[in-house]
């Protein structure tokens, strides 16, 4: 989430609020028991390597301004959202428990690193925007981390591991293609999941009540339209998310196109601004 100029106002705690719930999804709990028959067989899904390589730099320009997505590692500020630090490729949060298991995850890899003795402030933080313990030191070693490939790594894995993955399952069981599959993705980065009414499994829920996706019958792009209405419903309930131009100017783009299987080249907006994959 880093478009400081949009998200400046203090936040209650909904994006990625239960991290750990979704475990659930990757375990299986939030698929439905129907398995995803009407997905296009042919076509590669959202963790075919260049699908997946497209999807980073499609979260990349809202995240970030940049289709560089790589060089996000060492990306690391205080937007003002009521979640403290955001940092990385995917916009791990100190006050969200995300960025707590990250480093977690790297210390267990590489006990001693640069950002080892930031656990314990982490734990204390995990919940609120508060820096105490990490200031004012904690951007300036983050960064140093980010030099290190096994803290990249690291980051890569906890992306795949809580985000990546459940999604992309999940878009797989309810029978979307590709580009289904990542507007679950985009969803789960931005609102996370758990039990809030705009975590990501809410706000499938509500696209459930007015239509139903491929594995029970319904059609695709009705579905598509229907999840992303309940989306921008869901960040309109934030002012920090309140701009939706990446529903609106990116993923209905494609939508409208029936560009269901995310074949480059694409074309589309983020907050104004213009990108392209050829």
């Given amino acids: 989430m880093s478009h400081p100029d949009r998200e400046t106002a203090p936040a209650p705690l909904s994006r990625r609020t239960v991290v750990g719930l979704i475990g659930a999804v990757a375990s299986g709990a939030l698929v439905s ?145 590709a580009l289904g599959q990542f507007t679950y993705y985009d969803a789960i980065v931005m609102h996370g999941d758990g039990d809030d009414p705009t975590s990501f499994r809410n706000i499938r829920k509500r696209a459930l009540r007015s239509a139903k996706p491929p594995a029970q019958g319904g059609d695709e792009t009705t579905y598509l339209n229907a999840f992303l209405d309940a989306r921008v419903w869901a960040m309109k309930q934030e002012e920090a998310h309140s701009d939706t131009s990446r529903v609106d100017t990116e993923q209905r783009v494609f939508l409208r196109k029936g560009n269901l299987d995310l074949h480059p080249p694409l074309d589309w907006k983020v907050y104004g601004d213009s990108y392209h994959i050829g």
């Fill in 33 to 177: 028991a129907p398995r995803a028959a009407a997905t296009s067989a042919a076509a590669p899904g959202l963790d075919d390597p260049a699908k997946k390589e497209i999807a980073m730099k499609l979260v990349s320009s809202a995240e970030n301004s940049s289709l560089d997505w790589k060089a996000q590692y060492k990306y690391i500020e205080d937007i003002g959202d009521g979640r403290g630090y955001t940092a990385g490729i995917i916009g791990f949060c100190s006050g969200t428990g995300d960025m707590l298991d990250l480093v977690q995850l790297y210390t267990d890899r590489k006990p001693g690193n640069v950002l080892a003795h930031y656990l314990p402030a982490l734990r204390s933080v995990d919940g609120t925007d508060s820096h105490d313990g990490l200031d004012p030191n904690f951007p300036r070693d983050w960064r140093r981390a980010a030099q290190d490939t096994a803290f990249q790594q690291a980051q890569n894995d906890e992306r795949d591991r809580v985000y990546f993955n459940p999604a992309a399952k999940q878009g797989k069981a309810d029978g979307l293609r």
